[in-house]
């Protein structure tokens, strides 16, 4: 088999490039990044000289690279290429947009014209809105999204869905919950935290603090794409979630408790504009008929995480050095110290 990944530098695709070459290591892989600020090749150095890995540099947006690539032959395309920070879509919708909708678009017709036999998606619990106290996100939950971010995700989908209706081309959406794990970039909550919480530096806790996010280890996120991939029905989109509700507060007091660190270095901060209450995802359907069950509970996933940054510093010091610190203080600078 010879799958075309995208955004295999960033987060969860580079722990799904690994993976796959770790269960499937006679499959090619072709890796594609346009290596923005959130992608990384060091991710990937364990596997970089893998006989059947090779990286290309290209934006999916790029309808003549795009091309070159698929007319190599392509079977499966699994799509992780996109802007993935909330407050960043906030700042800048418009390369949301772009990357998220156009770029999923440029590989639509480029799968259709290559005739792929599977061209995954993935995608996000955030396009179904927020929840309130009860209930959970199901595959028939009507998407709302509320952030440009969640509202550019809900686009590529929806044109996911329409190259399957209108082209027959064969397709499955996943909507997955809050991943987390090693390679995170530290932007997002948990190695954000780690990573302040190390250097003694206040801790911004959006609003309250009682928003829920339900937390899913990458690798069980990818084991769910491997199914799907195999045994995904065509046309069907696929919730994985870890069951794993928490509030933020929780999961930064989680992490000071796990460091050492006081409480008092919890800071509340003005809350996230359009900020979702809670997600929660019922993964039912991705059990019952594909039989996938997520290995990591969120006692062994936050500690082997926690680790895994306390193992690596090196890798987010030389991020946080760079293009990130912009974004931070662009972020956090007026709003730390702003306590509720
Ligand atoms: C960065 C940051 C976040 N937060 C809050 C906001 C959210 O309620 C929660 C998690 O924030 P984030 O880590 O930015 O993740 P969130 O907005 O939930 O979105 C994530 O999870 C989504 C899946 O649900 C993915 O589609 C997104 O790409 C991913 O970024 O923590 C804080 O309170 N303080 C912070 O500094």
């Known amino acids: 088999m010879k799958l075309l990944v995208t955004g295999g530098a960033g987060f969860i695709g580079s722990n799904f490039v690994i993976y796959m070459l770790q269960q499937h290591p006679e499959y090619k892989i072709i890796n594609v990044d346009a290596l923005t600020y959130a992608g990384n090749l060091e991710n990937l150095k364990s596997i970089e000289n893998h006989p059947n890995y090779t990286f290309a540099k290209a934006d999916i947006t790029d309808v003549q690279a795009m091309d070159a690539l ?8 699994v799509n992780f290429a996109a802007e993935s920070h909330v407050d960043r879509s906030i700042l800048e919708p418009d390369v949301f947009v772009k990357t998220n909708v156009l770029g999923t678009q440029v ?3 480029a799968a259709k014209k290559y005739n792929v036999t599977k061209f995954v998606q993935v995608s996000t619990d955030e ?50 919950s809050n991943n987390y794990g090693p390679y995170q970039f530290p932007e997002k909550l948990i190695p954000l935290m780690i990573s302040r919480a190390l250097a003694d530096q206040a801790l911004p806790v959006y609003g309250d603090g009682m928003n829920i996010r339900d937390w899913l280890y ?40 796990e460091l050492g660190k006081p ?3 919890i800071t509340y901060v003005q809350d996230r504009p359009g900020h979702d209450r809670r997600y929660g995802i019922d993964p039912t359907k991705i059990t019952r008929e594909l039989g996938w069950k997520p290995k990591h509970t969120f006692e062994t996933g936050i500690k082997e995480t926690i680790q895994w940054y306390l193992d690596n510093q090196e890798w987010w ?20 110290g702003d306590s509720l």
Do not use: M, W
């Not at 698929?70 to 395309?77: P, R």
């Not at 050095?321 to 730390?336: D, P, T």
């Open 70 to 77: 698929f007319s190599q032959g392509v079977d499966v395309v």
């Open 218 to 257: 990458v690798e069980d996120h990818c084991s769910a794409i491997d199914l799907v991939i195999h045994e995904g029905v065509n046309g069907e989109v696929y919730n994985i979630g870890g069951n794993n509700e928490r509030t933020n507060v929780h999961i930064v007091k989680t992490v000071l408790q």
């Open 317 to 336: 010091t030389r991020i946080q050095s760079g293009e990130y610190q912009k974004y931070a203080e662009l972020q956090y600078g007026s709003r730390l």
């Open 127 to 176: 396009v179904y809105g927020t929840l309130g106290a009860t209930g959970l996100f199901t595959e028939e939950t009507p998407l709302t999204p509320n952030s440009p971010y969640s509202a550019s995700k809900a686009g590529g989908d929806l044109l996911v869905r329409a190259y399957h209706e209108t082209f027959g081309l064969p397709v499955n959406i996943t909507r997955c």
């Open 107 to 109: 590989l639509l017709d």
């Open 263 to 265: 409480d008092s270095l």
